[in-house]
């Protein structure tokens, strides 16, 4: 296979954002297998700024000439940070980076670590946009997900981001073992009553080397089965279309207008630079585009950036072929869904015209009016299928 180079007059503009891992949590909940790692000793805050400000000065030579349009604090739970060490962060990405005005800068915070003084901090250190880990709306399954908060916790600390911030938005988790339809549509129903804009769905999966799949396995945790986990998102779609809420994304939900722009980054296949200990990011360099990623354990991270000026330990340029399939892969989790001239400029080669005409003939993929490619609502259960079958 060849290596990708190709030149920026054959793609589009791209948006460039900049995500920021911080990976320190209060506990480890059972079914996450994000970086997160829980350090009961405390850590040391201001060796830390130092290395991601370093980091943020290598990543930044290598994208020289960008202007930043979106910042994600992601954990782990960014809102342990204090707002001096966000802020720190933000006037170091404005040192070596252009940044536009009307730059989104989000941050993602649990309930648990959620209060009015440190919320003002954040908005006085640049951040306009926060994204809660709520989870759920029930105390039972709250504390089946491993939180440390109740649900009047959780919409109390919504009430706190509404009163600071003009965008905010929060997560659930559903097809959790027991759900009904019926439960799971008042829940989400009342979750919309506090939302303003902006909600993240997500159906709860089950990932190796958590505790939930321990649990799973030994059949002390019942999934939904298909049809069910089926209802159960069918329902969610009905529910969110219903207030306005629709869904611009396989799991998240927005107003027109009011979809997070950062996450729209990866979806679109656009460039990023990732900081901190487990972050990935995809950049260009002299044609050519690079998949990185950092160290994940934040100690082995902080000693590679002292010792090298960035915690890199993935750098590979993508093939042709890589880059196309995660444009693929990416584009179609959105109901934009994606541009066939770029896949071909991308890849080399046109999709399979036959297959897409068997997709369409299910029912499973639509062509837009503008042209572009997406997967039909009724098909976004099996989008997995659908993306495999178009990239093979």
Same mark, same amino acid.
């Given at each position: 296979?060849?290596?990708?180079?190709?030149?920026?007059?054959?793609?589009?503009?791209?948006?460039?954002?900049?995500?920021?891992?911080?990976?320190?949590?209060?506990?480890?909940?059972?079914?996450?297998?994000?970086?997160?790692?829980?350090?009961?000793?405390?850590?040391?805050?201001?060796?830390?700024v130092a290395g991601y400000l370093r980091e943020i000065e290598t990543m930044a030579a290598r994208t020289n000439g960008r202007t930043v349009s979106t910042i994600f604090f992601g954990g782990g739970t960014p809102s342990l940070m204090q707002p001096e060490t966000v802020g720190a962060i933000l006037d170091a990405i404005g040192k070596h980076w252009a940044v536009a005005p009307?730059?989104?800068?989000?941050?993602?915070?649990?309930?648990?670590?959620?209060?009015?003084?440190?919320?003002?901090?954040?908005? #006085?250190?640049?951040?306009?946009?926060?994204?809660?880990?709520?989870?759920?709306?029930?105390?039972?399954?709250?504390?089946?997900?491993?939180?440390?908060?109740? $649900?009047?916790?959780?919409?109390?600390?919504?009430?706190? $981001?509404?009163?600071?911030? &003009?965008?905010?938005?929060?997560?659930? =988790?559903y097809a959790r073992p027991g759900q009904t339809p019926e439960a799971w549509a008042s829940e989400l129903r009342r979750a919309i009553a506090e939302a303003a804009e902006h909600l993240s769905l997500y159906q709860l999966t089950i990932e190796p080397d958590t505790p939930f799949f321990n649990l799973h396995r030994s059949g002390r945790i019942a999934m939904p089965d298909e049809?069910?986990?089926?209802?159960?998102? &069918?329902?969610?779609?009905?529910?969110?279309?219903?207030?306005?809420?629709?869904?611009?994304? =396989?799991?998240?939900?927005?107003?027109?207008? $009011?979809?997070?722009?950062?996450?729209?980054?990866?979806?679109?296949?656009? %460039?990023?630079?990732?900081?901190?200990?487990?972050?990935?990011?995809?950049?260009?360099?002299?044609?050519?585009?690079? #998949?990185?990623?950092?160290?994940?354990?934040?100690?082995?991270?902080?000693?590679?950036?002292?010792?090298?000026?960035?915690?890199?330990?993935?750098?590979?340029?993508?093939?042709? %072929?890589?880059?196309?399939?995660?444009?693929?892969?990416?584009?179609?989790?959105?109901?934009?869904?994606?541009?066939?001239?770029?896949?071909?400029?991308?890849?080399?080669?046109?999709?399979?015209?036959?297959?897409?005409?068997?997709?369409?003939?299910?029912?499973?993929?639509?062509?837009?009016?503008?042209?572009?490619?997406?997967?039909?609502?009724?098909?976004?259960? =099996?989008?997995?299928?659908?993306?495999? &079958?178009?990239?093979?």
């Amino acid at each position: 296979m060849t290596l990708t180079n190709l030149s920026a007059t054959t793609l589009p503009a791209q948006t460039f954002g900049v995500y920021v891992h911080w990976p320190f949590c209060l506990s480890k909940c059972p079914y996450c297998d994000f970086n997160s790692h829980v350090r009961h000793g405390g850590i040391d805050q201001s060796r830390y700024v130092a290395g991601y400000l370093r980091e943020i000065e290598t990543m930044a030579a290598r994208t020289n000439g960008r202007t930043v349009s979106t910042i994600f604090f992601g954990g782990g739970t960014p809102s342990l940070m204090q707002p001096e060490t966000v802020g720190a962060i933000l006037d170091a990405i404005g040192k070596h980076w252009a940044v536009a005005p009307d730059v989104e800068v989000t941050l993602e915070a649990n309930p648990t670590s959620v209060e009015a003084g440190r919320f003002r901090g954040f908005r #006085a250190a640049g951040v306009n946009r926060v994204s809660l880990g709520v989870q759920a709306l029930d105390d039972a399954a709250l504390k089946e997900l491993g939180r440390l908060h109740t $649900a009047e916790e959780a919409l109390k600390a919504v009430a706190i $981001a509404r009163s600071v911030f &003009d965008r905010y938005s929060f997560d659930l =988790i559903y097809a959790r073992p027991g759900q009904t339809p019926e439960a799971w549509a008042s829940e989400l129903r009342r979750a919309i009553a506090e939302a303003a804009e902006h909600l993240s769905l997500y159906q709860l999966t089950i990932e190796p080397d958590t505790p939930f799949f321990n649990l799973h396995r030994s059949g002390r945790i019942a999934m939904p089965d298909e049809d069910l986990a089926r209802d159960l998102y &069918d329902m969610t779609q009905e529910v969110c279309e219903a207030a306005g809420l629709q869904a611009y994304e =396989i799991s998240n939900h927005a107003r027109a207008g $009011a979809e997070c722009r950062h996450n729209l980054v990866y979806w679109r296949g656009d %460039e990023y630079a990732g900081i901190g200990p487990g972050a990935h990011g995809r950049i260009e360099q002299d044609g050519r585009r690079y #998949a990185t990623a950092t160290e994940k354990r934040p100690e082995s991270w902080l000693m590679r950036v002292e010792a090298l000026g960035h915690g890199l330990v993935v750098d590979d340029v993508l093939t042709r %072929e890589e880059r196309a399939d995660e444009y693929l892969l990416m584009g179609l989790r959105l109901a934009e869904g994606i541009d066939p001239q770029r896949y071909e400029v991308l890849s080399g080669r046109p999709l399979d015209e036959r297959r897409i005409a068997n997709l369409r003939a299910e029912g499973a993929v639509e062509t837009t009016s503008n042209g572009r490619l997406r997967v039909t609502q009724a098909a976004f259960p =099996i989008l997995d299928a659908v993306v495999a &079958d178009l990239a093979a």
